[in-house]
């Protein structure tokens, strides 16, 4: 069974300009996350979706980030305009959702660099 | 919201001997506590859970302790190998709020020969 899929790998891109990162979650998996892990951390959550719907984004930063995830499958999430602050890698996850939701894994994730 | 703290930050062992990995979280309404290992460049993968209903699970050298009254949870891993050098991340999910897991900052775990 594939697992979770992203694209790129890595990125490097100057500040302030837009950046897009695309995960394809786990055949059959209703539940997908975005996360943020910065440099020693633990990841972060920044969004929840249950099949194309996002039932949490509080700790997305909305000025700037924007995610999708228009058919329920794949999902892309946007930073528009790109700080420094936001190298980080950013990972994605999916899970069976229902009453597994807990279960979570992982993408390799986006490596970002802002420059 | 819930509040994850692992210790230590940093693990040498030798070869062979065992690791042990300490969480403790804040939120009494968590219930599923897993643990990922994230090896460089990669993403966390998935190696042992357990849910508040259990005490303790084990798979192979790998085991997992849960005190909910304490509310800290344990990895433990015996007869550790080089390939058990990683970065292992303890995690907790208390199913209310954003719904995502809430993790602890790592803890570096360096085998040595």
């Known amino acids: 069974e594939a697992g979770v899929v992203q694209s790129p790998r890595y990125k490097i891109i100057e500040k302030k300009q837009p950046v897009a990162f695309w995960c394809n979650p786990i055949?059959?998996?209703?539940?997908l996350y975005w996360y943020r892990q910065n440099l020693g951390q633990g990841p972060e959550l920044l969004i929840r979706?249950?099949?194309?719907?996002?039932?949490?984004d509080s700790q997305l930063p909305k000025d700037r980030f924007s995610a999708e995830r228009l058919k329920g499958v794949d999902s892309t999430l946007k930073i528009q305009p790109a700080e420094l602050g936001d190298s980080a890698v950013y990972l994605c996850?999916?899970?069976?959702?229902?009453?597994?939701?807990?279960?979570?894994?992982f993408g390799p994730g986006t490596r970002l660099l802002v420059l | 919201g819930e509040n994850v703290e692992q210790h230590p930050s940093t693990l040498s062992v030798q070869e062979g001997d065992s690791a042990v990995i300490k969480c403790t979280y804040s939120?009494?309404?968590?219930?599923?506590f897993p643990w990922y290992k994230q090896e460089l460049g990669k993403g966390p993968q998935l190696i042992i859970d357990?849910?508040?209903?259990?005490g303790e699970k084990k798979d192979q050298r790998i085991a997992v302790t849960l005190n909910k009254t304490a509310k800290h949870f344990s990895l433990h891993i015996t007869e550790t190998q080089p390939e058990d050098s990683a970065v292992y991340f303890c995690?907790?999910?208390?199913?209310?709020?954003?719904?995502?897991?809430?993790f602890g900052k790592g803890t570096h775990l360096i085998i040595q020969p």
């Open positions: 055949s059959g998996h209703n539940t």
């Open positions: 996850a999916s899970s069976p959702g229902l009453g597994l939701r807990e279960t979570q894994y």
């Open positions: 357990i849910r508040s209903n259990v």
């Open positions: 939120d009494s309404a968590s219930n599923y």
């Open positions: 995690a907790a999910f208390s199913g209310g709020g954003a719904d995502g897991l809430t």
């Open positions: 979706y249950e099949n194309e719907e996002a039932v949490d």
